[in-house]
């Protein structure tokens, strides 16, 4: 059984803003332990699409994953074809 998430981050940015408390972006370093064994993140960024990939290395190498998406992305593209007869 693995364990898998796929969020789509649709939601504008915004401010929050509560009792004089501050939301602020931070970043998060390059490394990080995977909560799953295979999270895929996509946001709009303006009129593209931006994202990313944390998988836990024990189960995945890089060239997989990289496989893995290269047969998703032509399958949504597949799909975007079929939908507006492009």
Do not use: H
């Amino acid at each position: 059984m693995f364990q898998v998430v796929f969020a789509w981050q649709n939601v504008p940015e915004g401010k929050l803003e509560a009792g004089g408390f501050e939301d602020k972006a931070f970043a998060v370093g390059s490394v990080s332990i995977a909560k799953f064994d295979l999270t895929l993140t996509l946001q709009e960024v303006g009129a593209k699409i931006a994202g990313g990939v944390e998988y836990a290395t024990g189960l995945f190498e890089q060239s997989t994953l990289k496989r893995l998406f290269e047969i998703f992305l032509a399958s949504c593209w597949k799909g975007w074809w079929q939908m507006t007869g492009r």
